[in-house]
């Protein structure tokens, strides 16, 4: 679990977590379908033909903005509602923003971004533009998020098919640095590392190739 994020020790840690609190996971394998059991429990059906019933079934399946609403209207659609720095989109009385905006990150370039951070800061910064503030959106957004006792905060992009500077700060707390080709860091991670968001945004805005200054950044 978690192999798509993080890179793989801590991936595996990630898994264990789940299996030291008593889940069971079923890895590499995809939900062919839903069942009802003789008692009426819920149930999925998985690719091998095994079938596993519970209390309740949820079904995590990732989103895609839907768009047709925006392009009917004639708006700029690409992988979300298009906007410029103020969050207006290409019809001067519309505005976009939270997750279905596609905007101008001042560190990430242009790009679509489902977090809470996000929503808030610019459904508050589309509110103001709206009022005749020529306010532009600078704040890139951070996303949190915890599992059992293990919490996290992150910037950036998380791809674990990046290479990736780890530094383990002890006490099973780490800070993850991905890198794109130029070496340069593009997301942060920091596992049990708290208020260091703002040190993470200036490492990105940043960009320093050094590893060794690098690691030394967030301690
Ligand atoms: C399961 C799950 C877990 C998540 N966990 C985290 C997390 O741990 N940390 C984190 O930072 N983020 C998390 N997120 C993402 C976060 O919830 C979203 O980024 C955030 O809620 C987006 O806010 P929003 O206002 O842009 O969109 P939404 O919250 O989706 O609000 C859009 C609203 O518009 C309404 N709407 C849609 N179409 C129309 C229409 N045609 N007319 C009128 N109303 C319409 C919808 O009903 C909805 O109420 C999670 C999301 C999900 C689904």
Do not use: C
Not at 39 to 49: A, T
Not at 90 to 109: H, K, R
Not at 115 to 139: I, L, P, W
């Amino acid at each position: 679990m978690g192999s798509t994020v993080f890179p793989g020790k801590l991936a595996d840690r990630f898994h264990q977590l789940y299996l030291d609190h008593g889940v069971t996971l079923v890895p590499g394998r995809l939900a062919k379908g839903a069942l009802v059991g003789a008692d009426q429990r819920p149930g999925v059906l998985l690719d091998d033909g095994s079938e596993y019933f519970a209390g309740v079934v949820v079904a995590g399946l990732s989103a895609k903005p839907v768009l047709d609403l925006a392009s009917e209207a004639g708006l700029e659609v690409n992988r979300g509602v298009v906007v410029d720095a103020h969050l207006k989109t290409s019809d001067p009385d519309i505005w976009a923003a939270g997750d279905i905006a596609e905007y101008p990150d001042v560190i990430l370039g242009r790009t679509r971004i489902e977090h809470v951070d996000h929503a808030q800061n610019s459904g508050a910064t589309a509110g103001r533009s709206m009022a005749g503030s020529d306010e532009t959106y600078d704040h890139t957004p951070y996303f949190w998020s915890d599992a059992f006792e293990l919490g996290w905060e992150a910037i950036g992009r998380l791809d674990a098919r990046l290479d990736t500077e780890v530094v383990e700060l002890g006490e099973g707390r780490d800070v993850v640095y991905y890198l794109d080709e130029q070496s340069r860091p593009v997301g942060v991670l920091l596992l049990g590392v708290w208020d260091s968001v703002d040190k993470a945004r200036k490492v990105l805005a940043d960009a320093p190739t050094d590893r060794e200054k690098l690691r030394s950044r967030i301690v």
